[in-house]
């Protein structure tokens, strides 16, 4: 009766290895899932961070909707006054150019300056970075002599008075 029984479900349901598309084992589903859920950290992470994130889309919601309304009330008076702020934009936009250009023509030409007297004097910036690691390691070196020998002679008094 019991092989009656069994051959009688294999007929009905089929055999388990030769599964239709879609059906799953119960036990395979639980190796897709993580053995263990998220950690403590984790919670209060998106338990702080998701408001924040809500708060800070809905503000940019607000501003895109008042910056669409702003620019439709705007615009008829843009386009009323424009022989006036056309011309106006312009002259500003030009004064900034011109203040901005003077400005960088000025610390062009003190730099220039400044490195003309440094070369005439004779304080020459080293050509590479190689020259320039070379004295730092001089100076390095020579201040370990300096501090060693300090340092050794006090030693040598310290052992004189005692």
Same mark, same amino acid.
């Given at each position: 009766?019991? +092989?009656?029984?069994?051959?009688? *479900?294999?007929?009905?349901? $089929? !055999?388990?290895?030769?599964?239709?598309?879609? *059906?799953?084992?119960?036990?395979?589903?639980?190796?897709?899932?993580?053995?263990?859920?998220?950690?403590?950290?984790?919670?209060?992470?998106? @338990?702080?961070?998701?408001?924040?994130?809500?708060?800070?889309?809905?503000?940019?919601?607000?501003?895109? %909707?008042? %910056?669409?309304?702003?620019?439709?009330?705007? &615009?008829?008076?843009?386009?009323?006054?424009? !022989?006036?702020?056309?011309?106006?934009?312009?002259? /500003?936009?030009?004064?900034?150019? $011109?203040?901005? &250009?003077?400005?960088?023509?000025?610390?062009?030409?003190?730099?220039?300056?400044?490195? /003309?007297?440094?070369?005439?004097?004779?304080?020459?910036? !080293?050509? &590479?970075?190689? *020259?320039?690691?070379?004295?730092?390691? +001089?100076?390095?070196?020579?201040? &370990?002599?300096? @501090? $060693?020998?300090?340092?050794?002679? @006090?030693?040598?008094?310290?052992?004189?008075?005692?």
């Amino acid at each position: 009766m019991a +092989e009656h029984q069994t051959h009688h *479900q294999m007929q009905q349901h $089929g !055999p388990q290895h030769g599964m239709q598309h879609g *059906q799953h084992q119960p036990g395979a589903m639980k190796s897709l899932l993580p053995e263990k859920g998220p950690s403590t950290s984790q919670v209060v992470a998106v @338990v702080t961070l998701f408001p924040v994130g809500g708060i800070l889309l809905t503000l940019a919601g607000l501003t895109l %909707t008042g %910056t669409i309304i702003g620019l439709a009330v705007a &615009t008829p008076l843009f386009v009323i006054f424009s !022989p006036v702020l056309v011309p106006a934009a312009i002259t /500003i936009g030009l004064a900034v150019m $011109g203040f901005l &250009t003077s400005g960088a023509f000025g610390l062009t030409a003190l730099s220039s300056l400044s490195w /003309i007297i440094n070369y005439i004097r004779g304080a020459r910036v !080293p050509e &590479t970075l190689d *020259q320039a690691r070379r004295r730092m390691q +001089e100076s390095a070196g020579q201040m &370990t002599q300096q @501090v $060693g020998q300090k340092t050794k002679d @006090v030693g040598q008094t310290i052992q004189q008075k005692a």
